[in-house]
T-cell receptor
Framework: EAGVAQSPRYKIIEKRQSVAFWCNPI?????LYWYQQILGQGPKLLIQ????????DSQLPKDRFSAERLKGVDSTLKIQPAKLEDSAVYLC?????????????????FGNGTRLTVT | GQQLNQSPQSMFIQEGEDVSMNCTSS?????WLWYKQDPGEGPVLLIA?????ELTSNGRLTAQFGITRKDSFLNISASIPSDVGIYFC?????????FGSGTKLNVKP
């Protein structure tokens, strides 16, 4: 099966500019996640979607970050305006988990990420 | 928020040696996952655990879901140079996954 697709792989922007990342999850995966991974740290969840609805966005800096998954398949993550501290790898992941299930037992599958450098 | 403590932070071992690393959480988890991440790549799933006490192997890798449901262990036997990378644990109490800070493994040929 095809894995999680992300683009672009790399992006360099100046602070205060805007940037957008795209993700296409594994076919049939209901849940989609965006993680931020700062160098030397583990991934940190930014937002979690179940189909086209938001399950958790408690760690998303909503004054500058936004994300959507309008048709419940692919998703975009946007940063506007970018700050220096946004330099990180942005990872997209997907899983089969469905909120209608009584248990959540599907692992996350990650894409290769987008490495963002803000100068 | 949820705390996941992963140790050790880094390891330097000789090829052929066995490796152990672990993660502990501040609350009970219902799922533990172990990933390996190579430079410039996304994390790749190694082993998934769903029941307390579960012991699962994937080649030379073996992972266990602790019986207290607050910890998990990953062992690598007879390490080889391609085992080099960063290993992450991830776990969740219900819906949201939390990640450890990683164990960086270095293997000397």
């Amino acid at each position: 099966e095809a894995g999680v697709a992300q683009s672009p792989r790399y992006k360099i922007i100046e602070k205060r500019q805007s940037v957008a990342f795209w993700c296409n999850p594994i076919s049939g995966h209901a849940t989609l996640y965006w993680y931020q991974q700062i160098l030397g740290q583990g991934p940190k969840l930014l937002i979690q979607f179940q189909n086209n609805g938001v399950v958790d966005d408690s760690q998303l800096p909503k004054d500058r970050f936004s994300a959507e998954r309008l048709k419940g398949v692919d998703s975009t993550l946007k940063i506007q305006p970018a700050k220096l501290e946004d330099s990180a790898v942005y990872l997209c992941a997907s899983s089969l988990d469905k909120l209608t299930s009584s248990s959540y037992n599907s692992p996350l599958h990650f894409g290769n990420g987008t490495r963002l450098t803000v100068t | 928020g949820q705390q996941l403590n992963q140790s050790p932070q880094s390891m330097f071992i000789q090829e052929g040696e066995d490796v152990s690393m672990n993660c502990t959480s501040s609350s009970i988890f219902n799922t533990w996952l172990w990933y390996k991440q190579d430079p410039g790549e996304g994390p790749v799933l190694l082993i998934a655990l769903y029941k307390a006490g579960e012991l699962t192997s994937n080649g030379r890798l073996t992972a266990q879901f602790g019986i207290t449901r607050k910890d998990s262990f990953l062992n690598i036997s007879a390490s080889i140079p391609s085992d080099v990378g960063i290993y992450f644990c991830a776990g969740r109490p219900l819906i949201k996954f939390y990640f450890g800070s990683g164990t960086k493994l270095n293997v000397k040929p």
